[in-house]
T-cell receptor, first 114, second 112 residues
Framework: EAQVTQNPRYLITVTGKKLTVTCSQNMNHEYMSWYRQDPGLGLRQIYYSMNVEVTDKGDVPEGYKVSRKEKRNFPLILESPSPNQTSLYFC?????????????FGEGSRLTVL | KNQVEQSPQSLIILEGKNCTLQCNYTVSPFSNLRWYKQDTGRGPVSLTIMTFSENTKSNGRYTATLDADTKQSSLHITASQLSDSASYICVVSESDDYKLSFGAGTTVTVRA
């Protein structure tokens, strides 16, 4: 089954404790991206990747890091989480970043930073 | 800054009735416009994708329209069902790169 898988789905952590949210897709997609969703603000792009070893900042990259060492994985790293990073996070992938193709989303990861 | 504004913020309709959601955008240059459905606690799922040359596109009981001249789009839900209760998100893509601008969404509640 074609899918985008995120882990963990739920996480409660404390300020400053590094964490990684994993994202994996099994569709051989070139394009992957991370979003955060906050009430009233809609989805905002954090980082995106057009292909392996190619990443770029989205609209709200501060406090986040990403890597794209292999095509199927695109982890989101919070080196020193803060309470304002409490949010619902979505990973998404698409066949190509240059084409108006369908964007497939994961099921989301709800992060709470205390 | 490119913006996508959706209205209304929320609406309640009775099962079997129709409704129309609005999306106005300022994204330029424009590449395509998408409508997504997001069930509570789930990831968004694509309903339609339209390029500037397309005026209307349907997916079952969902029909999207696009007026690229006025930068407006609408999503019409026909004969609503309880399963249509969700948030509907309008997403506009720039043609220069793969930057996507998201609307805040319209929450639709269908009541029996």
């Amino acid at each position: 089954e074609a899918q985008v898988t995120q882990n963990p789905r739920y996480l409660i952590t404390v300020t400053g404790k590094k964490l990684t949210v994993t994202c994996s897709q099994n569709m051989n997609h070139e394009y992957m991206s991370w979003y955060r969703q906050d009430p009233g603000l809609g989805l905002r792009q954090i980082y995106y990747s057009m292909n392996v070893e190619v990443t770029d900042k989205g609209d709200v990259p501060e406090g986040y890091k990403v890597s794209r060492k292999e095509k199927r994985n695109f982890p989101l790293i919070l080196e020193s989480p803060s309470p304002n990073q409490t949010s619902l996070y979505f990973c998404a992938s698409s066949l190509s970043g240059q084409w108006a193709g369908e964007l497939f989303f994961g099921e989301g990861s709800r992060l709470t930073v205390l | 800054k490119n913006q996508v504004e959706q209205s209304p913020q929320s609406l309640i309709i009775l099962e079997g009735k129709n409704c129309t959601l609005q999306c106005n955008y300022t994204v330029s240059p424009f590449s395509n416009l998408r409508w997504y459905k997001q069930d509570t606690g789930r990831g968004p799922v694509s309903l339609t994708i339209m390029t500037f040359s397309e005026n209307t596109k349907s997916n079952g009981r969902y029909t999207a329209t696009l007026d690229a001249d006025t930068k407006q789009s609408s999503l019409h839900i026909t004969a609503s069902q309880l399963s249509d209760s969700a948030s509907y998100i309008c997403v506009v893509s720039e043609s220069d790169d793969y930057k996507l601008s998201f609307g805040a969404g319209t929450t639709v509640t269908v009541r029996a």
